[in-house]
């Protein structure tokens, strides 16, 4: 039963885990640190990174 499980556990985060999601975890945690700071080169910074990894 265990086996199923940890199968089944192993697809799932496979599967939530794409490339995809995981670019629009980094840029929203880029553009959040980017944010609470206080000079604007790292928001440029973070929308050029945004740009070059959506394309």
Do not use: P, Q, R, W
Request: hydrophobic share 45%; glycine share 4%.
């Amino acid at each position: 039963m265990s086996k199923i499980l940890l199968g089944t556990l192993k697809y799932i985060v496979t599967k939530a885990f794409t490339e995809k999601v995981l670019t629009k975890l980094v840029i929203y945690i880029a553009e959040h640190l980017a944010a609470k700071s206080t000079n604007k080169l790292d928001d440029k910074i973070v929308g050029e990174l945004k740009a070059a990894l959506e394309e």
